[in-house]
């Protein structure tokens, strides 16, 4: 048995800082059945990487992932790059028994992310995908309230996931918009979290959508590294002048459920004025939920079984010890914020290698909001509905 779990991170970018915030809170706020261990982080210049190990505590930089993957004293590979290199690390760290956490989407291919899956599962390994937003306790909370019936049956998914990092025109390229890279734009980088929180808390499955991908502005300066922000982190490629946009900047679509429910899902990072406006509204009906992660503590719940003169949408501030997760961070409304979702779900993942158990959102559940984001590309190129396929 072991005495720890030996973590290798590899990215260190805007996830891998908060995959690494992660690993050095969790063990301080949550009881642990087993420590973990910063053992080593891979990027891709040897002088940043070992000064972003430095500040967040990683024993060692690396900059090459197949010796990380490879590593004796590594049990758990973080995957935070690009969605390109998804299933390679994965694949590798798999075939070399190491447990896998892997970035959102999982792949830019239901292909790659089907072979992902079989890799985790031949291995025997504990694998699951980083859906942070699950771990919001507002959005669990709705989760067990759907379970126990707090609305009936669920009728209409509406997911709104709207970003407006790209409206400026001359806002810069970036990995993000390179289809070969990243597989899509908006679509797999927001919707995919749209999908995942649907399947998440209707239980339910995706079978049928339609939808359309739009590409607004087409071409987009190189940047010279001076910037900041979700886009701004490309200056490593020295490319200069403008670069082609390969990916949309918006997609939305209509979805069939397999339980009768149907669903509007619009992903835009072209939404003037809008930041991280992730919401969802589920009706059902004896209810309704909604919550927005701008306002992320706060679950809205209306409920026709109130008595007529009382009825209306009330708010839970879900920062109570009762409400999941929140009896390892601060008393009842001392609000959790972005970071937290990370954290909690490392708890949740460590727990699981510890026990031998299951965790989720695990590939399974990743290749298939691959099948749905795949099924809606093909409905755009097909203008009509699309079946999604299962993944077993
Ligand atoms: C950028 O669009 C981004 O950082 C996504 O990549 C994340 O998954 C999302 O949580 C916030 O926005």
Redesign the pocket.
């Known amino acids: 048995m072991a005495s720890s779990i030996r973590v290798g991170l590899i990215g260190n970018r805007?996830?891998g800082k908060a995959h690494s915030n992660a690993y050095v809170k969790v063990g301080k706020f949550f009881d642990l059945s087993l420590p973990s261990e910063m053992k080593a982080v891979c990027g891709l210049d040897q002088n940043e990487v070992d000064a972003f190990a430095k500040r967040f505590g990683w024993e060692r930089g690396e900059v090459d992932w197949e010796k990380l993957v490879a590593a004796d004293d590594i049990d758990l590979v973080d995957v935070c790059t690009p969605g390109d290199t998804h299933a390679p690390i994965a694949i590798a760290a798999a075939k070399a028994g190491k447990h896998v956490f892997c970035?959102?989407p999982l792949a830019n291919s239901l292909e790659d992310a089907k072979q992902m899956l079989a890799a985790a599962r031949a291995a025997k390994v504990r694998h699951m995908v980083n859906f942070?937003?699950r771990r919001a306790p507002a959005v669990s909370l709705a989760k067990q309230m759907i379970a126990d019936g707090a609305i009936g049956e669920v009728r209409q998914y509406r997911a709104t996931?709207l970003?407006d990092?790209l409206a400026d025109p001359c806002a810069p390229m970036s990995w993000?918009l390179v289809k070969k890279v990243a597989g899509s734009g908006?679509h797999g980088?927001?919707n995919?979290?749209a999908i995942d929180l649907a399947r998440y808390l209707t239980g339910d499955e995706i079978t049928e959508v339609v939808g359309e991908l739009k590409t607004f502005v087409k071409e987009r300066p190189w940047p010279d590294g001076s910037g900041s922000g979700?886009?701004a982190s490309t200056a490593e490629t020295g490319k200069k002048g403008m670069g082609e946009v390969t990916v949309d900047d918006a997609a939305i679509f209509l979805a069939r459920f397999a339980g009768g429910a149907i669903g509007t899902f619009e992903a835009t990072?072209m939404a003037t004025g809008r930041k991280?406006y992730?919401r969802f509204e589920i009706s059902g009906s004896r209810g309704s939920l909604a919550w927005n992660?701008e306002d992320m503590n706060v679950l809205e719940y209306y409920s026709a079984d109130d008595p007529a003169d009382r009825r209306g949408f009330r708010q839970i501030l879900a920062t109570e010890a009762v409400h999941p997760y929140v009896s390892a961070w601060w008393p009842p409304g001392h609000i959790l914020g972005?970071e937290h979702g990370f954290v909690n779900g490392v708890y949740d993942l460590l727990q699981a290698i510890a026990s031998g158990g299951e965790v989720t959102p695990d590939f399974r559940d990743g290749a298939q909001c691959v099948a749905v984001l795949d099924a809606v590309v093909a409905s755009t190129e097909s203008g009509s509905w699309q079946k999604v396929e299962h993944v077993d």
């Open positions: 805007f996830m970035e959102k942070c937003y996931y970003q990092w993000r908006a980088d927001l995919a979290h979700v886009g990072r991280n992730n992660f972005y």
